[in-house]
């Protein structure tokens, strides 16, 4: 009988010029069969729906991964329970599902600007005048319940997973409007997330962190508490424009009637948890540290700064809560829409940079993950009796280890920037501009270049462009910086340099380097990373580390909450880690020696470009 009801739907689809039948329709009358669809049927839903049941690979020098790895593609059947961790990131959405190991079982990614097209976003985003950066806030929503029914065409069986947890771009906010909770709450599951939540926004932008519109802003922030390493030591940053404290000051003083209207502010990690949720979950503790809002030695809203902005601001947020904590059960929209377990457990979501250290898994003095993304990142672990916040760089609460910090750096300017070169300089041909590198020697004959493509965050630079660090002591710099070998090399050296120029200002003395992110696959950056730093170069199996940390996050809380007590983290990833990364790269002692030479030369020039 289902199986004609199936046949009967896409006889209607076919003859219907509108396509109005919806696919989630047909994914649920194949997931939910008490027998498995004949293949011509799956097969057909498929076709009607636009997707392939193929894996796509990445090429050598791919820059973002969206490989889907199915049920099973490790290797059998996947153990009894998963542990899912999703990862909402700039450009797309992505889900790592692990068995009780901590084994990688399946994955699965969904890329906006491809998969949601109506949005017309570039990147994930839109880019607005006076350096202004947002993102649909529906976009967000339509891509869970699309990335999810993606899932179940996998025949991804959702009613194993134990727990989940997630993580989502840093800084990044979402507002609510007055009485959107009760839709929250009261979700229908015959109806689509996006339909239902379609009005449930007082702005339908979310401010991202690529967004640098609120400089006044955070000058605010600064001088309300005594200036900006005042304001670097009570919530662990410097007054950055990216940062949700600004972000919220400007819907304030420029946008009353949005922020009136608003009942509640969520970051992008806890707006995704929410969803699950079905109610309004609290901003986790790593990510609040993101806000220049929470006091870090009482990981409490800063009163100070909270008046500043408005002082009934906390009543919109909430309190921040710890990673390893446990929110609760899975709201019945997801059981019986995609068959979920009623005792699935919903962990606090975290940010992508504090999810990416779990992922990681640093736990050590020396280790130290750099993620090679649409922004770079490069964290380590430090005591919390070491951490030194500073004007440059970041200190969060680690979201595995209570006793711990995590250092972190940004860089803005991260694949956009290579991805910009390489098209600039090799035609957009990865292999040409590998070529290119190659012809140049290590340390360039002294020659750096930086392309900002948007205002960067670290050093503070405002201004776009390509600057070139010619070499003083060559005699034509200028023919040095047209040379196409010479600029190739420049854009991954000057990375690269910078990176350990700023870590070192933290006190960050790394003995490996761990290397994550889409361009951590590019074998010439690889090397580059390895003689600068003078250290070994690992890469992980898997590229996303984000949504992996997110899943062993699940992973941890469920141990803790199984165990009535904390659970050091390490006794979940010790044994499941320990191979997960194999070494790329070991640095050329020579080309070390010369970079040590141009890294004081690197710091001194950039920080002559800060605003």
């Keep these: 009988k289902q199986h004609q009801q199936l046949l009967q739907l896409l006889v209607i689809h076919n003859s219907d010029p509108m396509k109005t039948v919806r696919a989630r329709v047909l994914t649920r009358l194949l997931v939910h069969s008490t027998t498995a669809a004949p293949s011509f049927y799956r097969h057909r839903c498929l076709q009607l729906r636009g997707m392939s049941t193929k894996t796509t690979t990445t090429t050598k020098k791919t820059t973002t991964a969206t490989a889907a790895v199915g049920v099973g593609a490790t290797g059998g059947s996947p153990c009894e329970g998963y542990f899912l961790g999703f990862d909402s990131s700039t450009q797309g959405l992505k889900v790592t599902a692990l068995d009780p190991n901590a084994n990688v079982v399946y994955s699965k990614a969904l890329n906006y600007d491809r998969d949601l097209p109506q949005y017309k976003t570039e990147s994930g985003v839109h880019i607005k005048p006076d350096n202004v950066v947002t993102t649909p806030t529906l976009m967000l929503v339509e891509a869970l319940d699309s990335l999810l029914n993606l899932m179940a065409a996998d025949g991804f069986d959702f009613s194993k997973v134990t727990a989940l947890s997630g993580s989502g771009q840093q800084h990044g906010s979402v507002y609510w409007k007055q009485g959107a909770k009760a839709t929250l709450t009261g979700l229908d599951h015959t109806r689509s997330l996006a339909d239902q939540l379609a009005n449930s926004f007082s702005t339908f932008d979310s401010p991202i962190w690529m967004d640098s519109s609120t400089t006044p802003q955070a000058r605010v922030l600064e001088e309300c508490v005594g200036g900006a390493e005042a304001l670097a030591k009570l919530t662990g940053s410097a007054g950055y424009e990216r940062f949700t404290a600004s972000q919220i000051l400007k819907k304030v003083q420029h946008e009353q009637d949005v922020y009136q209207d608003t009942e509640r502010i969520s970051l992008i990690s806890s ?18 540290a993101g806000m220049n809002l929470m006091d870090i030695s009482t990981q409490e809203w800063s009163q100070d700064i909270v008046n500043a902005i408005d002082v009934t ?50 736990s050590s003095s020396g280790d130290v993950g750099v993620s090679l993304g649409t922004s770079d990142t490069i964290f380590a672990i430090v005591p919390k009796t070491d951490s030194r916040p500073g004007l440059r760089g970041h200190i969060f609460p680690n979201p595995v280890d209570p006793g711990t910090d995590m250092v972190m750096l940004c860089y803005k300017n991260g694949s956009i920037a290579r991805e910009y070169a390489c098209k600039d300089i090799a035609d957009g041909s990865w292999d040409k501009f590998s070529s290119l590198v190659a012809e140049a020697p290590p340390g360039n004959d002294g020659m750096c270049q930086f392309t900002l493509v948007y205002p960067e965050i670290v050093p503070h630079i405002l201004q776009t462009g390509v600057y070139t660090m010619p070499n003083p002591d060559i005699s034509r ?55 600068v730093f003078g250290v070994p170069v690992l890469v992980g199996q898997q590229a996303d580390s984000a ?65």
């Design 547 to 611: 949504s992996l940390g997110a899943a062993l996050r699940a992973l941890h809380a469920f141990e803790c909450h199984s165990a009535g007590e904390f659970v050091p983290f390490s006794t979940i990833v010790e044994s499941s880690l320990k191979d997960t990364f194999h070494q790329v790269a070991s640095p050329n002692a020579e080309a070390h020696q010369v970079h040590s030479k141009n890294v004081d030369r690197v710091g001194e020039f950039l920080l002559s470009l800060s605003s």
């Design 313 to 362: 601001l906390p009543e919109k947020l909430g309190s921040p809560q710890a990673a390893y904590s446990n929110f609760g059960t899975i709201h019945p929209y997801f059981t019986k829409s995609f068959n979920f377990s009623s005792a699935c457990k919903v962990v606090p979501w975290s940010g992508d940079n504090p999810c990416s250290v779990a992922g990681l898994g640093l």
């Design 271 to 288: 707006f995704m948890c929410s969803l699950f949720l079905g109610d309004y979950a609290s901003i986790e503790l790593s990510d609040a």
């Design 477 to 531: 710099p200028e023919a040095l910086a047209q040379s196409k070998p010479h600029q190739a090399r420049a854009l991954f050296e000057g990375q690269a340099l910078s990176m350990r120029y700023f870590s070192q200002q933290l006190g960050v003395r790394p003995k490996r380097i761990l290397l994550t992110g889409g361009a951590s696959q590019n074998s010439d950056l690889q090397q580059v990373m390895a003689d």
